[in-house]
């Protein structure tokens, strides 16, 4: 028995969930970070890279892993800016590299992550919460520290 257009198109969230999207690619051209459910019908967003000469991608940062709370407990800001940009899917939904993209920060329940996207190392770092659209400091690349938005 198939699954009717109307089902499938509602539990794929219209057909975007499995879809990569948000792509960044390294200046040397060495890797290409995006963002992608694990399956068409997995609505939980994860952090991926692609290595160009090999084809490999890497699962580098995954929610369900991390042990974050749900998403029940986002910020307010966070929960506006998913709806004025009509998010399918939760999870990691943005994510910002610094110039060499070899870092890449992101945020899960308010709290703020950084990734090592060449080693496949994800770091909670101590912020003040709830965290949203966190940005790597592109004049403090050695020590990777993060600038943040905040709720006041």
């Known amino acids: ?42 609505p939980v967003t994860c952090l991926w890279t692609l290595d160009p000469a090999t084809g490999e991608e890497r699962l580098v940062a995954d929610p369900g892993a991390l042990d974050v709370p749900g998403e029940e407990n986002l910020p307010a800001e966070e929960r506006a800016r998913r709806e004025r940009a009509r998010e399918q899917a939760g999870g990691i939904v943005g994510y910002a590299g610094d110039r060499d993209l070899r870092n890449a920060a992101f945020t899960l329940g308010g709290r703020l992550y950084v990734a090592d996207l060449e080693t496949g190392r994800v770091r909670d770092l101590p912020a003040r919460a709830p965290v949203f659209d966190p940005r790597l400091d592109p004049r403090d690349a050695a020590s990777r520290t993060c600038r943040a938005g905040r709720s006041a």
Do not use: C, E, H, N
């Open 1 to 42: 028995m198939s699954i009717s257009y109307p089902r499938q198109s509602a539990r794929t969230r219209r057909f975007t969930l499995g879809v990569p999207r948000a792509f960044q690619i390294a200046p040397d051209g060495s890797r290409v970070a995006f963002l992608r459910t694990k399956a068409g019908d997995d």
